[in-house]
């Protein structure tokens, strides 16, 4: 992945050794092999003494031979292209790093064909492409709320009588529908004392179950990061061993 940082120009090697704490090591942890260009902040004792303490190998790039660090290169290369894309005066230049730093990251790569995203966490993060527009108007039809027998001052006396009896029966109905629950619940009262252990039983096979598909979930995304890892891993030495090739080439040209 690419982790971009705006830094004045004279950083020192603890300035550097901060920013790497604060941007790569909160994220990734330490790394077994730091590949850097020969710059003076990195070849200082500070900076090795530090990786060295840390059990990290520092490995310098050859110098007039910056294929040894092609996958840096590359990445400046394409910074440099997306900001002279968007980027309006030399001072703005910094604001933009947070969103080239996500673009970079969420393409693919030519090399791993794979995006920096998708093979550090076999997920791709979610971007607005489409979003919900939820119309804010609302009304255009009628509310349908009146009541049956209309108002009470525009009703008969007869009608008014037969409202009032259908209300007692109503009434009637609900005490009779209230015994027979009552009556369904001290059944249902006996019933559960006797399936409470049976439902016990059930519920401690079912956490076990939910376990087992857990810990086989999470064995398959294991063994799908690692096979993912090693083809990035194959494809990088692939396209750094053919670069070597073409620019010993250019040399005996």
Known sequence: MVHLVAVPDAITASGCACVFTDTIFRLHGLPRELVSDRDPRFTADFWRSVFKSLGTRLKMSTSDHPESDGQTERANRVLEEILRGYVHSFKSWSEFLPMVEFAINNSVHASTTHTPFYVNGLRHPRVPTLLECNSGLRGGGTRASKNRFGSRSSRSDEEVIAFDADIDNIDIEEDDASESAEALTEEDDASESA????????????????????????????????????????????????QKQNADKNGRQ
């Open 195 to 242: 399936e409470a252990l049976t439902e016990e039983n059930v519920d401690v096979a079912v956490v076990r179950s939910q376990r087992t598909e857990a810990n086989e979930s999470s064995d398959e995304f294991i063994l799908a990061r690692e096979t993912v890892v090693r083809f990035v891993q194959d494809s990088i030495a692939e396209a750094v061993d053919q």
